[in-house]
């Protein structure tokens, strides 16, 4: 195997000059350059980067890929490959592909999704542990994960052990929550998709988890429906509960009124955005995979976005397709689609996808041989090794991969489609028809080179609803895979592409626009008394409006002729829209009902599954939302998730069973007098050119004190950067006084402490930090504690101290708060929630991080 190595002389560059040749690269798109150097360009341990621009990135995945071209007859050039995916233009490797690929600062994984599981047969303490710890493995890597708790009994159910009854689904939940939200990726939170049958007595439960305070923040839950319910929903009937949901000897069975269950996921829905469905029985059915059922290919969960069903121990990679590109004379009257160009590049993709397949088995190598040479006794190992085992199983047997797409929205527009049209809809099914019908016989071409994957079996697969739809629209396709097989068991997906459509400057996915136009609001300097004034808040602070347009909404008006430089009115800027091929396209405009039989159509054509999302408003009935699940059940969609608008804030609701003391805010109390130790995360994050480090304090995963300062240098902490938790030990000195100090586990195993934080960092700083505690100590939300220390007015050499302490408390938010008495840079709005750390303007869909 050929690795990668740097070395001394790569030349590196700073965060800022990585930026501003990024911003120059994105053509002044602040947004697009700092998510490329933050996320994907090449840095390693210490915050090196060595990566100036994302042409860079498509060369070292260019070089990469071509290398393993080498290994196959016809292979493609470094060249041929750096034309396809450079620019963002045509094909573009997602997330762990385009951080890892030719990486060699990170041992990681090239797949962005996992599922793990127990195939249903252990609900033991056991078994159940050993999946917390797999899912942790996975997430240290970078992946995202998903399993179902389906095998776990019930509660109330007799256990050979000294609690004598089982405790059911739920605190089972919680546990694989907070072990998602221990484990940091490079400044990200895991992701982890939680999913259980209809048809477990537990599962109303599981629908309700998420409702009460605090519960389940560190996953996404679906409930997987069968067409029995919907039938019984249909009919008014009652629906029959077991466990186990498979026997046919159950040990439980409980009788329900589908309707009311029914309600209640409707209800929690349309109040939370959540429990996502899961249309299992359609999964199962089309799925091709499940082909291969008795081989260990039976699908048991989805990934944390549900656009990817899977087996225990497989995974998958993700790649999207631009369909913007393709567009040629785009908002002209002559636009037309290159069909034979994106053929060939769907072809080339599925190509280079199956190539991508071969560097995650050197990365799952790399992996083991990093266990192997880990001073770790064997027994620790043994859990993490056999897993990577089973994936790399899985990975060269099946050969999964995930072609999708991006800018449907803008490919649609330029057109001169309307999105959500009848004519639109066809157009849009038929694109993801000939990617399905090119990506197999990609695939099936892959094969005649290459070999088809050890288990193809076209005989197994003979029946299936997907591959009789491929025969019926190619017969000769379909013949050519009975004569050469298949490279890969299942090949598409469409997934949500948030940070892929800000670097190509696109629609996401399969989505609609957000919007085509917007204000934005800069400042104005009260010294300036050329300055125009637009706006001025309730502050007093003045403000000057200036328009802002979606990439592509732009490029419209250069190709029809207005005037980009103007100030345009608001009633301009309407009428300006309505000429346009966006007018009642974006994501608030597009009919729910239609959007749905849209997915179903589009569905018919993806072997995996797509990850979109039906928004509403936010005066939405919740008959209207059943009535959209109803419909995409009906369509054949797979699953579906409803987004009513303002659902995520304030829907969580204290637990009314506790007997304990609530505080206003519904809290338990923290304790008065702190306890001697405390668990601790470490946050690291950089301020312009500076670097810092936080000690938080925690009780119930809740902040109860923050001590930060400078890290890394002669006057700071110097800690490894591996360390993310320890405790917070707080001591005396021997003349009284309160020493804290900070105790971590080493890769030995063995407890290293460092003594005193006090004394590592400024004083100043140390004294702020005790009243910033003394706000989180006696429960104040820490929404307003961000608040209150973003309003301290403070001498300028410690405002970035003060940033940064707003900056790791965010973390700590829960997801869907509203941010009060805050502004949109973008568009200057006050309509602002915070999502996993960040502000997200839900006017112009703006998120500014830190």
């Not at 800018?407 to 649609?412: F, N, P, R, S, V």
């Not at 592509?552 to 009115?569: I, P």
């Not at 009906?634 to 506790?658: F, H, M, P, Q």
């Not at 006050?830 to 998120?847: A, F, I, P």
Request: proline share 4%.
């Amino acid at each position: 195997m050929e690795k990668v190595t740097a070395t001394q002389s790569q030349k590196t560059y700073t965060h800022d000059e990585a930026y501003q040749a990024s911003l120059e690269y994105f053509r002044g798109d602040d947004l697009a350059a700092r998510v490329w150097v933050t996320k994907y360009a090449l840095k390693d341990s210490y915050g090196a980067i060595y990566e100036a621009t994302p042409d860079d990135m498509h060369k070292r995945i260019a070089k990469e890929i071509a290398r393993i071209e080498q290994h196959y007859p016809n292979p493609m050039s470094e060249n041929e490959i750096f034309d396809l995916v450079k620019d963002f233009k045509y094909i573009i490797p997602q997330g762990s592909p385009m951080t890892g690929i030719g990486n060699p600062y990170q041992i990681a994984s090239l797949s962005n999704c996992f599922v793990i599981g127990n195939n249903g047969e252990s609900d033991s303490y056991g078994g159940i542990m050993k999946i917390d710890q797999e899912q942790v493995q996975l997430m240290k890597r970078r992946g995202g994960v998903g399993h179902d708790l389906s095998h776990i009994r019930p509660k109330g159910s007799p256990v050979k052990n000294s609690a004598l009854t089982s405790t059911g689904i739920v605190p089972f939940m919680e546990r694989f929550s907070n072990s998602t939200r221990e484990v940091a990726q490079d400044g990200r939170r895991g992701a982890l998709m939680l999913s259980v049958a209809i048809k477990h007595p537990d599962s109303e439960d599981f629908i309700d988890a998420k409702m009460e305070q605090g519960k389940v923040t560190g996953a996404n839950v679906s409930v997987r429906i069968d067409d029995d319910f919907m039938k019984a929903v249909e009919a008014g009937s009652t629906y029959r509960q077991q466990y186990p949901i498979k026997s046919a000897t159950p040990t439980h069975i409980k009788d329900i009124d589908a309707t009311a269950l029914w309600k209640k996921i409707v209800h929690n829905a349309w109040q939370s955005a959540e429990p996502g469905i899961l249309f299992w029985d359609t999964i199962i059915r089309e799925s091709v995979p499940d082909c291969y059922a008795d081989l260990g290919y039976q699908t048991v969960s989805t990934n944390p976005c549900g656009e990817i069903p899977l087996c225990p121990y497989d995974s998958c990679r993700l790649l999207a397709i631009n369909l913007f590109s393709y567009v040629d004379h785009a908002f002209t009257s002559k636009a037309a689609f290159n069909w034979t160009l994106f053929k060939k590049h769907v072809a080339a993709a599925q190509r280079m996808m199956d190539d991508i397949i071969d560097l995650e088995l050197e990365k799952i190598n790399a992996i083991l041989e990093k266990i192997d040479a880990d001073p770790e006794l064997d027994e620790i190992k043994l859990v993490e090794r056999n897993l990577w085992l089973n994936i790399q199983v899985k990975a060269r047997e099946g050969r999964r991969t995930g072609i999708g797409i991006t800018a449907e929205g803008d490919m649609l527009a330029a057109l001169g489609l309307r999105y959500g049209s009848d004519e639109g809809n066809a157009f849009a099914e038929e694109i993801h028809k000939n990617v399905a019908l090119e990506a197999y016989r990609g695939s099936v071409h892959t094969a005649k080179e290459r070999g088809a994957f050890t288990i193809f079996d076209s005989e197994r697969e003979k029946n299936n609803p997907f591959i009789i739809r491929l025969k019926e629209a190619d017969a000769q396709l379909y013949y050519e895979m009975l004569e050469y097989g298949r490279r890969n068991i299942a090949l598409l997906t469409i997934a949500p592409t948030g940070t892929t459509s800000l670097m190509s400057q696109t629609t996401s996915g399969i989505e609609p626009v957000f919007l085509p136009v917007y204000k934005r609001r800069r400042k104005v300097n009260p010294n300036d008394k050329d300055a125009r004034v637009d706006f001025v808040d309730e502050v007093g602070d003045s403000w000057e409006e200036y328009v802002v347009f979606h990439h592509r909404f732009k490029e419209w008006m250069e190709v029809n002729g207005h005037d980009l430089t103007k100030n345009y009115s608001q009633k301009e800027l309407d009428d300006l829209v309505k000429k346009s091929p966006y007018y009642k396209a974006t994501s608030n405009d597009v009919d729910y009902l239609k959007k749905v039989k849209m997915q179903g159509a589009i569905q018919k054509w993806v072997d995996h599954s797509i990850s979109v999302t039906i928004n509403m408003p936010n005066d939405v009935t919740e008959e209207l939302v059943g009535e959209c699940y109803l419909e995409a059940w009906k369509a054949g969609c797979k699953g579906v998730t409803v987004y009513r608008d303002g659902s995520r804030s304030g829907v969580l609701i204290a637990n009314s069973e506790k007997k304990e003391e609530k505080d206003s805010n519904g809290h338990t109390p923290f304790p008065t007098e702190r306890p001697q130790t405390l668990e601790a995360d470490v946050v690291r994050f950089q301020n312009k050119k500076d670097k810092w480090i936080a000690f938080i304090g925690t009780i119930d995963g809740r902040p109860y004190e923050i001590f930060t300062g400078f890290a890394d240098d002669e006057d700071g902490i110097l800690i490894p950067r591996w360390v993310n938790e320890g405790l917070i030990i707080k001591n005396r000195e021997s003349d009284g006084s309160s020493r804290y100090d900070f105790q971590y586990k080493n890769t030995r195993g063995y407890k290293t402490t460092i003594e005193g934080l006090s004394y590592k960092f400024n004083p100043e700083y140390w004294n702020y930090a005790k009243l910033i505690s003394s706000t989180l100590r006696h429960g104040m939300p820490i929404e307003k504690v961000v608040d209150l220390i973003s309003s301290l007015q403070l001498d300028e050499s410690i405002n970035t101290w003060k940033n940064g302490v707003a900056r790791a408390l965010k973390r700590y938010i829960p997801d869907g708060t509203e941010a009060v008495k805050q502004k949109c840079q973008n568009c200057g709005s006050t309509n602002l929630l915070y999502q996993e750390g960040c502000l997200t303007c839900k006017d112009c869909g703006s998120s500014k991080c830190g």
